[in-house]
């Protein structure tokens, strides 16, 4: 959802469940937009759920001192929605004049997805022209969204004295960011094999994995064009839980799970004086074996469902993915190559100097809604 008419300077806000990312961006007359700025604070708990707001009061404050503290300017700004509440899916409609494909979507989407249309808010991309049991049909990604969750985030811009720009999803800020001709990064590509990065991240089936504190999303995009978007509701924090419920046992040092976690990751080889180390590990694989399992039915359902290929590489981003080791046990489990966002380069955008892009991995869906 787009608002006309907005300056070259503006704030793109994600509020996550755990983490509340905010870039200051800089769109220059050439098209190139610049990262001039940006802020990253704690979720207030229990305030995002599935997307929705449940105590606006909360997360505005947040979004106050996040903005104050980070000497963010901007007044005008776009934010990015999340959670199991975004409903997309591929249908397939009988092909009809391009002027009369929005109408048509309209009349029959209630038969592919369960929701009223009349309290959703329903966006469109037309993926291509097919042929099926003898007829013409146009497959359609679809997105769908209540208005009323689209009003909540709306709602906290304009509390904030903002002027909102637009309200995106996770799935179109990652499909923005494929527009672009990425390319690995020359560092990057010097440490992997020619295998690797023989082919570029503009054809093919390339799957962007979102490892988030709750959840982890799943897109999959094909020729710069996104065809699948699931959520998968198992998260980083469910590594914390398992680690806390096995190995810690004490509400008092609760945090430890965490600090446990980001220390050990997953190991790929034991350390036979070290049980604490291998033992997280082996509860961090465990969690991510889960994760992978339902990664491996939305690849199958991509190919087999949905029309589409072989997934040739993979891309990881969000607070999650910076699992000690994970990129590297991933690659090990699907056999393919697999990157860190902070491991490529996207034409068109510039970061200050003074800022840490390592920290990109966070700040994707951030990001992408800027472009």
């Known amino acids: 959802m787009a608002f006309p008419f907005f300056n070259n300077y503006f704030l793109t806000i994600d509020i ?8 200051q961006i800089k769109k220059r007359d ?24 449940k105590d606006k009061n909360k ?23 999340s959670g199991t509440n975004i409903i997309t899916r591929i249908i397939m409609i009988d092909e009809v004049p391009e002027e009369e494909i929005e109408n048509k979507i309209m009349q029959e989407i209630e038969n592919f997805i369960p929701i009223d249309a009349r309290d959703h808010r329903v ?58 001709d990425i390319t690995l990064k020359e560092h990057e590509a010097n440490i992997r094999n020619t295998m690797q990065r023989s082919s570029g991240f503009d054809s093919g089936a390339i799957a ?19 065809e699948f978007n699931r959520v998968i509701l198992i998260g980083s924090s469910n590594i914390d839980r398992a680690i806390f419920e ?9 945090d430890f799970a965490e600090q446990y976690k980001k220390k050990y990751g997953i190991k790929l080889k034991r350390d036979i004086n070290n049980d604490l180390e291998w033992n997280c590990s082996e509860i961090s694989k465990a969690i991510v074996n889960e994760i992978i399992k339902n ?59 003074k800022l840490d892009i390592n920290r990109i991995n966070y700040l994707v869906n951030a990001l992408g809604i800027a472009l």
């Open 16 to 23: 996550g469940f755990r983490l509340i990312k905010i870039l």
């Open 30 to 53: 050439n098209g190139v937009i610049e990262v001039v700025n940006f802020g990253i604070g704690s979720t207030p708990r229990d305030c995002i759920k599935n997307g929705a707001i």
């Open 59 to 81: 997360v505005i404050e947040q979004i106050k001192k996040v903005i104050q503290e980070n000497n963010l300017t901007a007044k005008e700004a776009k934010i990015v929605m």
């Open 123 to 180: 966006d469109f991309k037309v993926l291509d022209h097919v042929m099926s049991n003898g007829k013409r049909k146009i497959r359609v990604f679809i997105t769908a969204v209540k208005k009323e969750i689209i009003d909540s985030y709306i709602d906290i811009l304009n509390s904030l004295n903002l002027k909102p720009i637009s309200v995106d999803t996770p799935a179109n800020s990652i499909s923005k960011l494929f527009r672009k």
């Open 208 to 226: 962007v994995l979102d490892f988030g504190s709750e959840t982890t999303i799943v897109n999959i995009l094909k020729n710069k064009v996104i």
């Open 246 to 254: 096995k190995i810690i046992m004490d509400k008092y040092k609760a």
């Open 295 to 353: 990664i491996n039915t939305c690849f199958e359902f991509y190919r087999t469902r949905c029309g589409g290929e072989k997934i040739s590489k993979i891309l990881i981003a969000g607070g999650g993915a910076q699992l000690p080791n994970l990129r590297e046990y991933l690659e090990y489990i699907f056999k393919l190559p697999c990157y860190h966002t902070n491991s490529i380069d996207i034409p068109g955008v510039e970061f200050s100097e």
